[in-house]
């Protein structure tokens, strides 16, 4: 019971130190940089999307 936290621990940790570790980079960096903002919409897009299904689908219950 103690290996799921543990994985999940491991993970992220692995996750986020490979991000630092890539954005740490000036090529990496200015790239995404460039690209936030398309970013952003997107994932803004996406999540209100999903938002308004959610609230669609709890409404014709």
Same mark, same amino acid.
């Given at each position: /019971? /103690?290996?799921? &936290? @543990? #994985?999940?621990? %491991?993970? $992220?940790?692995?996750? /986020?130190s490979?991000?630092?570790l890539? @954005?740490?980079?000036?090529? &990496? =960096?200015?790239? /995404?940089?460039? #690209? *936030? =903002? *398309?970013? $952003?919409?997107?994932? !803004?897009?996406?999540?209100?999307? %999903?938002? @308004? =299904?959610?609230? !669609?689908?709890?409404?014709? *219950?």
């Open positions: /019971y /103690y290996i799921v &936290p @543990l #994985m999940s621990f %491991l993970i $992220d940790v692995s996750w /986020y490979l991000v630092a890539v @954005l740490s980079s000036a090529r &990496p =960096r200015s790239v /995404y940089l460039r #690209m *936030k =903002r *398309k970013i $952003d919409i997107v994932t !803004a897009t996406v999540l209100g999307a %999903l938002g @308004l =299904r959610l609230i !669609a689908t709890s409404l014709s *219950k």
